[in-house]
């Protein structure tokens, strides 16, 4: 197992070599206020074979015999983790996703090991189910409206990946997974760093069959209390293990698509010292200054008929520091749990054949819908849904050059599906803020691929093209949650319109209604019989 770990601090923040005393079997740390990364890559052992660390069977079966390539973004709901605000814009984890549990998931063929003839075999149900398994059984019950990868993710028209969002709030279940999974009773050490977790502003998990590694990594954009203090012990003697930390500070490049580092960088239990280190790299992700945030809100009454309104300060929709000869647009990228929708035939889905109602765009200040996947069905209750929900990108209007607005509001016209009754006649579903940010083209010159902090499928940065550098937009910290609360109204469980008053009417009134169109039936019946008799006794006569 490698373990990495960077402490980034902000160029201006205060250091003393007594802060990280590096000797031969430990580093440590002491008081040190800065973001962290921790990162562990996990060799996954093949069927059979002994796994290390820690992934028990039914983990390292999952991974080897069901999975080509998965990913797992998780961002907290919290409005004050923004590493923005500490490093002021500059820095290599500026990447966002909505806040919840995002998963990417390639399926593989079964048992990739013996397979020569190179041929996918297709997946039983066991199969199917196997990654909602995994899934709750790591991030815990809030992983619901899972049963398959093929009826409850949602696929895109872009890549091979099935895609699926729970709204998991915290990582209280894959800290007590790990700690009852993977540490046991004994390794207070691993127990410490799973409740870590607990303060975490974002997660990401990604493994390949191709390199058989299990990638995880835990960022904190700030430190709790007073600062970081640890001690970063080396691996066992003789353990392929490896302990690799850097104190680094992040600065503006001569180069505006460049970062550069520079700082101590070390390897526990074989360096004797922390050695300098300067370098800079081309970034995809960027962070705008501070100034450059929105706010999302719902304005009321909201209905059956939401209206998301993004509000944008004007430092948001100025053109972001790209190169001059780069062609810029702001974007917007939307999750939409499943009881939440967006009408595509409204909003212009149909881009590809330019059909879109550039009045009503305007109106909105939207550009156009550039993509959307998942569940749209415009009739079909929260209950008939299958499917997680769905994803929307806008490209959004700016004002004009002759306008200086200190906000500029987008609002996208959303629909609420029908949702069980409540005894209130009211329900509360929960909405995250969606993602901000500016997509600038790069010279095909650009290598961008060398980036050590590289954050890959985030699932919207897939629909541009690979030479993008994205700039992202803030979100305010003047609410505590990046997730918005919306009142569905729904009928109520007791009552006179209670469903129950509402089924008997229906059925009495369907019974009623069935009698009386017998009764007009016999009724014409009869008229015509009663017109028959006449002729037949004529007829006798």
């Known amino acids: 197992m490698k373990r990495r770990t960077t402490y980034l601090q902000h160029p201006s923040a205060p250091f003393d070599p007594n802060q990280a005393r590096l000797s031969r079997s430990v580093l440590e740390i002491r008081d040190l206020k800065s973001a962290k990364e921790e990162r562990f890559t996990v060799p996954v052992a093949s069927s059979g074979s002994s796994s290390e660390g820690g992934l028990d069977d039914e983990i390292r079966d999952f991974l080897v015999n069901n999975v080509q390539r998965l990913d797992v973004r998780w961002a907290t709901s919290s409005a004050d983790a923004d590493v923005g605000d500490e490093l002021d814009g500059v820095t290599p984890f500026a990447s966002r996703v909505s806040s919840g549990l995002h998963v990417y998931l390639t399926p593989g063929s079964k048992g990739l090991e013996g397979q020569g003839d190179g041929e996918l075999h297709h997946h039983n149900d066991d199969d199917k189910e196997a990654v909602c398994r995994v899934l709750r059984r790591v991030f815990g019950q809030e992983v619901h409206r899972c ?103 992040a600065e503006r490049a001569a180069d505006p698509l460049e970062i550069k580092m520079g700082g101590l960088l070390g390897v526990v239990g074989e360096d004797e010292k922390l050695k300098p280190t300067l370098f800079s790299f081309a970034s995809r992700h960027h962070a705008l200054p501070r100034e450059a945030f929105f706010s999302v809100a719902f304005p009321p009454p909201t209905g059956l008929h939401p209206t998301m309104t993004i509000s944008l300060s004007s430092a948001a929709w100025q053109r972001p ?123 095909e010159e650009v290598k961008m691929h060398f980036n050590p902090f590289d954050r890959l499928n985030l699932g919207w940065e897939a629909l541009f093209a690979p030479q993008t550098v994205f700039y992202q937009v803030h979100p305010s910290t003047a609410q505590k949650r990046l997730v918005e609360e919306v009142q569905v109204p729904v009928m109520k469980e007791n009552g006179l319109f209670s469903s129950t008053t509402i089924e008997l009417g229906t059925v009495i009134a369907i019974i009623l209604g069935s009698l009386w169109v017998l009764w007009k039936l016999g009724a014409v019946m009869r008229g015509s019989a009663a017109r028959r008799r006449p002729d037949t006794q004529k007829k006798t006569q």
Request: proline residues 6%; aromatic residues 12%.
């Open 147 to 249: 049963l398959d990868y093929e009826k409850s993710f949602t696929r895109s028209d872009v890549t091979a990946a099935y895609q699926y969002y729970a709204p998991v709030e915290s990582l209280d279940g894959l800290a007590t997974f790990i700690q009852e999974t993977v540490c046991g009773l004994t390794d207070a050490e691993c127990r410490r760093h799973a409740r870590e977790l607990l303060s975490a502003d974002s997660f990401d998990l990604s493994y390949d069959s191709s390199s058989r590694n299990l990638v995880m990594s835990a960022f904190w954009s700030e430190a709790p209390g007073p600062g970081w203090t640890e001690d970063l012990r080396a691996p066992a003697a003789g353990s392929a293990d490896k302990m690799e930390v850097g104190l680094l500070g």
């Open 321 to 443: 520091p790209a190169s001059p000869d780069a062609t810029c647009a702001l974007h917007t990228y939307l999750t939409l749990p499943s009881h939440i929708f967006g009408d595509k035939y409204q909003l212009g889905t149909e881009y590809q054949l330019g059909t879109e109602d550039q009045l009503f765009l305007d109106s909105h200040h939207l550009v156009k819908l550039q993509s959307v996947t998942g569940e749209t069905d415009l009739e079909a209750p929260d209950w008939a849904v299958s499917q997680w929900g769905s994803n929307w990108l806008f490209e959004v209007a700016t004002p004009a050059a002759n306008q200086h607005p200190e906000e500029w509001n987008v609002t996208i016209p959303l629909h609420l599906r029908y949702l069980h009754p409540s005894q209130s006649g009211y329900q509360s579903v929960a909405v995250p803020w969606p993602v901000v940010f500016w997509a600038c083209t790069a010279s």
